[in-house]
């Protein structure tokens, strides 16, 4: 067990709603990493929150945005959904150096 | 940009016999490179990394990996390859800028083990 939670861990919904995917990161890290993982599209970098903060962006989509609570818990909102956004999301948490990955959120859009 | 690139999308290996699951590194400065697997339906789960030092890395579940800089290379590889071990395996290179353990991963290579 990673101590990385993320929920739910399935979600199927359609075309043009909006969904929430929810990361409580490791008890201590103050780093949030999404990543979304298709078939054709390998493991892509999303964004990244470090203490409330973005840190770092990589190829997400506009209808896609993020954010890091006082907590420290992150949620990743996807709107507008189209049939590609199919995919597992994960997120991961950051100390010393080493990505902890949760057990990630398979989202089917119909 | 750091990248890596893993050239075989699929493996087959005897169970018993030696495995090899390649990578190769396109950095500016020095590597920091890691080896993850995943498990169906699981996250990723750290198997090993090389930071600095020697070029031989020892890694979780008897893996290890060999850093060639003159190759660019840092190959995943067990002399002994179990059933168990058929898994996803993912080559990842880190972020350079300070504080960012941003990590880019490669296309993966599915293991699959023969028995």
């Known amino acids: 067990d990673s101590g990385v939670t993320q929920t739910p861990k399935h979600l199927i919904t359609a075309t043009g709603q909006r969904v929430t995917l929810r990361c409580s990161p490791r008890?201590?890290?103050?780093?949030v990493y999404w990543y979304q993982q298709s078939l054709d599209q390998g493991l892509q970098f999303l964004i990244q929150?470090?203490?409330?903060?973005?840190?770092a962006k990589g190829n997400i989509l506009e209808r896609f945005s993020a954010q890091q609570f006082p907590d420290l818990h992150s949620e990743l909102n996807l709107s507008s959904l189209e049939l590609g956004d199919s995919a597992l999301y994960f997120c991961?948490?950051?100390?010393?150096?080493?990505?902890?990955f949760g057990n990630g959120t398979r989202l089917t859009v119909t | 940009a750091q990248s890596v690139a893993q050239p075989e999308d699929q493996v087959n290996v005897a169970e018993g016999n030696p495995l090899t699951v390649k990578c190769t590194y396109s950095?500016?400065?020095?590597?920091?490179l890691f080896w993850y697997v995943q498990y169906p339906n699981r996250g990723l789960q750290f198997l090993l990394k090389y930071i600095t030092g020697d070029n031989l890395v020892k890694g979780s579940y008897g893996f290890e990996a060999e850093f060639n800089k003159s190759q660019t290379s840092f190959h995943l590889k067990k002399p002994s390859a179990l059933v168990s071990d058929s898994a996803l395996y993912f080559c990842?290179?880190?972020?350079?800028?300070?504080?960012?353990?941003?990590?880019?991963f490669g296309t993966g290579t599915r293991l699959t083990i023969i028995p």
């Open positions: 008890s201590g890290d103050l780093s």
């Open positions: 991961a948490s950051s100390a010393q150096g080493l990505l902890h």
């Open positions: 950095v500016s400065g020095n590597p920091y």
């Open positions: 990842a290179v880190r972020d350079i800028n300070f504080g960012n353990e941003k990590l880019t």
């Open positions: 929150y470090y203490n409330g903060e973005e840190r």
